[in-house]
């Protein structure tokens, strides 16, 4: 699916759709699929993180961590949610300084050593293809910034939304107000005017 995927075709919706439906529950059909793909991927994303930060030590796959359906397991691997947590090597963060990591140290006393600690000896860095790595990262980076921008939007769009239905309600409401008023008025006239023929009849007499 994802070699041949289109966001915006329904084709595309149809084949997630037949896909997913095969390994669920949950069964959805297109529309509902597209609806809610992206805060599905989002809560699939949160549970990845939570387990690779709590377990990142122990050396096992995230979804080794937890009870994945098959289903969920087809949509991590559809959206490379495991591939966008890992670091990109032999990088670090922005503004920070490069820091070996911490270890814990027990409570029982250390015998001191009579010698200095030797550095231990560089280990030799596995040879990548820049090139091709920066392009990966760069596209990466790209379709990431462009989900970003993406779920802004839908997000808007359902508060927009929302702000339009309160509108209609509100002109709902108004309109049922104008028409009571109307109904009021007509019955004003009918009494006034049924008091002014008595008034003309008792006049008569």
Same mark, same amino acid.
């Given at each position: 699916?994802?070699?041949?995927r289109?966001l =915006?075709?329904?084709?595309? &919706?149809?084949?997630v759709?037949? +896909? ?5 529950p ?6 509902e699929w597209?609806?809610? &793909?992206y ?11 939570d387990n690779?930060?709590k377990?990142?030590?122990t050396?096992?796959?995230? &979804? ?10 087809r949509v991590i691997?559809?959206?490379?949610l495991?591939?966008?947590l890992?670091?990109i090597p032999?990088?670090?963060?922005w503004?920070?300084?490069h820091?070996s990591p911490?270890k ?5 006393v ?10 231990p ?11 091709? =790595? ?6 990466h980076?790209?379709?990431s910034?462009?989900e970003?921008?993406?779920l802004?939007l839908?997000k808007l769009?359902?508060?927009n939304r929302k702000?339009?239905l309160?509108k209609?309600?509100e002109?709902?409401?108004?309109n049922?107000q ?8 007509k019955?004003d006239? +009918?009494?006034?005017?049924k008091?002014?023929? &008595?008034?003309r009849e008792?006049? +008569?007499?």
């Open positions: 699916i994802v070699a041949r289109s =915006g075709t329904a084709k595309y &919706w149809n084949a759709a037949n +896909e997913l439906n095969a390994l669920g949950p069964i959805h059909n297109r529309n597209k609806e809610i &793909w805060d599905y991927c989002d809560t699939l994303k949160d549970q990845l993180v690779y930060v377990n990142k030590d050396g096992k796959y995230p &979804w080794d961590l937890t009870n994945f359906t098959p289903l969920e397991k691997d559809m959206m490379c495991v591939k966008s890992q670091p032999n990088t670090r963060a503004g920070l300084p820091m911490v814990l140290v027990s409570n029982e250390q015998p001191q050593l009579s010698q200095p600690p030797v550095p000896e560089p280990q030799p860095q596995p040879e990548m293809d820049t090139t091709v =790595g920066c392009v990966r990262n760069r596209r980076r790209y379709r910034l462009a970003l921008q993406l802004e839908r769009a359902k508060v702000l339009y309160l209609q309600k002109l709902k409401v108004k049922k104008l028409l009571l008023m109307k109904q009021r008025l019955m006239i +009918e009494i006034a005017q008091r002014l023929e &008595w008034d008792m006049a +008569e007499v």
